[in-house]
């Protein structure tokens, strides 16, 4: 797919995301089922007023789900976020089959939302079929392109973000072998892929990198077993990509934990470390999904939207990166050499490859 980058665009979120510095949205937990964000309770005393909108927008969930611990989750939060701070209403619709996704778009977009998100690559298909079939309509979606005036496409530059990690796994592995789990095999988690492998070997060449594919995004039992793989062959660090799946990954590494064994996992999209512990979470691979679906949907409420401009967000933006949390897993000279690689990136003294046969 053609790739595009929109300067203007891009100025705009990179302040945004600069100014959000490298912590989540907030803690907030999402529902268990669609529906409209709850308020919190005003603080006792506190006679602010709460902001009020007569703006709605909705969000739609690839098959990984809300609650998927990665980017559906940091979308919600996004707009959880975004209706506290501006009386927005939002609300959210789970798909749990792939042909959920264009009724439960047309949920939104039939029904006058302001703005409708499709949350993940696999929806970049059905977002433009709606998109087209609803000129009138404003859509908005992650990780994928969707060539159409009123669609909002919001990609990551993963591989600059995961470059970072592998410099990480590379530095801090003691058995020399360190592995990669994927969900579905698409070029965004080929990203993923390509950038890790770039980190791990611009540390040491000859250290191997196992890498397993699951085929899917809301399998845990597949990530252990991929994880459970990876580490029995003598691995001590994976990082993976594979969102719900991913928990999978987690849960194994946590079982060897308690058996002594001295294994790590490297999280993805948000801090893992805030849910799986800082004892078996390395570091994670941040995409600030929440503050782009934030930041593009206040945008809108401000009368701004910038449909048919696709934005690309990497390290220059401060659209991917390392948690602040880092620094109480990783060495303060290992975070070192990962801010000297990282500028080389901005600077453009390496060239990330994205695909890992590059």
Not at 66 to 77: G, H, L, P
Not at 90 to 99: A, E, H, I, P, R
Not at 313 to 330: A, H, Q
């Amino acid at each position: 797919m053609k790739k595009f980058f929109s300067v203007l665009s891009a100025a705009t979120l990179s302040l945004a995301l600069l100014l959000a510095g490298c912590g989540t949205a907030n803690n907030n937990q999402p529902a268990e089922n669609g529906g409209n964000a709850e308020q919190p309770a005003p603080a006792e005393g506190d006679q602010a007023e709460q902001p009020k909108s007569d703006l709605k927008v909705g969000m739609v969930t690839d098959v990984g789900g809300v609650n998927d611990n990665s980017f559906n989750q940091s979308a919600w939060e996004g707009l959880q976020k975004l209706q506290q701070d501006t009386g927005i209403e939002v609300k959210y619709l789970q798909s749990n089959k792939d042909d959920q996704y264009i009724p439960n778009l047309n949920e939104f977009v039939k029904n006058g939302w302001d703005l409708t998100w499709g949350i993940g690559f696999l929806m970049g298909d059905h977002v433009k079929q709606v998109a087209e079939q609803n000129p009138d309509a404003k859509l908005a979606i992650i990780d994928a392109v969707v060539e159409a005036p009123n669609v909002e496409s919001i990609t990551f530059k993963e591989h600059e973000g995961s470059f970072l990690v592998g410099v990480v796994a590379a530095s801090m592995s003691k058995s020399g072998k360190v592995g990669f789990v994927g969900g579905m095999d698409i070029p965004v988690i080929k990203r993923f892929e390509a950038g890790f492998k770039a980190g791990v070997k611009a540390v040491k060449p000859d250290m191997e990198v196992v890498t397993i594919y699951t085929g899917a995004f809301d399998k845990p039992d597949e990530g252990k077993s991929a994880a459970s793989t990876i580490y029995g062959g003598g691995a001590d660090i994976i990082f993976h990509a594979a969102g719900a799946t991913g928990d999978g990954v987690f849960n194994e590494a946590k079982d060897r934990k308690s058996k002594g064994e001295d294994v790590w996992v490297i999280g993805v999209d948000k801090d893992q470390s805030l849910t799986f512990g800082k004892e078996i979470t390395l570091t994670s691979m941040v995409k600030r999904v929440d503050e782009a679906v934030y930041r593009v949907s206040k945008d809108l409420s401000e009368g701004k939207f910038e449909g048919g401009k696709p934005v690309a967000l990497g390290l220059k933006e401060n659209g991917v990166g390392l948690p602040e949390t880092s620094k109480d897993t990783v060495p303060e000279d290992v975070l070192k050499k990962v801010e000297e690689f990282k500028q080389k990136i901005i600077d453009g003294e390496i060239t990330v490859p994205e695909e890992p046969a590059e």
